[in-house]
């Protein structure tokens, strides 16, 4: 299962987030796309024109996971080095690897992160 992470501000579009989904994928299709609970209304849009499921990944499952990036304001706010990695790696699963780091959107509002596991 290949799962779409994203972290956003709360000022993220539909627009950012295709930006940083594009970055990110590098010829990968996903089964589902991933965010945290709270800004699950802000992705809403872009997975249901996809046709993908929408992952909501409550905000305390965030801290255990293991990111490639280390940003301090995720670490601070999230108890996460990165929050796109973070919920691709938790919607996808036990065992679940990253395909590398968060990519930006171009307006930086957005991070995407690429994880595959065996299970939503």
Do not use: N, W
Not at 78 to 101: D, H, I, N, Q, W
């Amino acid at each position: 299962m290949i799962i779409a992470g994203f972290g956003a501000r709360a000022s993220a579009t539909d627009a950012s987030f295709r930006s940083a989904l594009d970055a990110a994928l590098v010829g990968k299709t996903p089964d589902a796309l991933a965010i945290m609970e709270p800004k699950s209304e802000q992705l809403q849009p872009l997975a249901s024109a996809m046709g993908l499921e929408l992952i909501k990944v409550p905000v305390d499952h965030l801290a255990i996971q293991q990111t490639i990036t280390k940003t301090e304001a995720s670490q601070a706010a999230y108890g996460t080095g990165s929050v796109a990695e973070a919920t691709a790696c938790a919607a996808a699963g036990a065992k679940a690897k990253l395909m590398g780091p968060r990519a930006v959107s171009t307006d930086r509002l957005a991070t995407c992160a690429i994880a595959i596991g065996p299970t939503t």
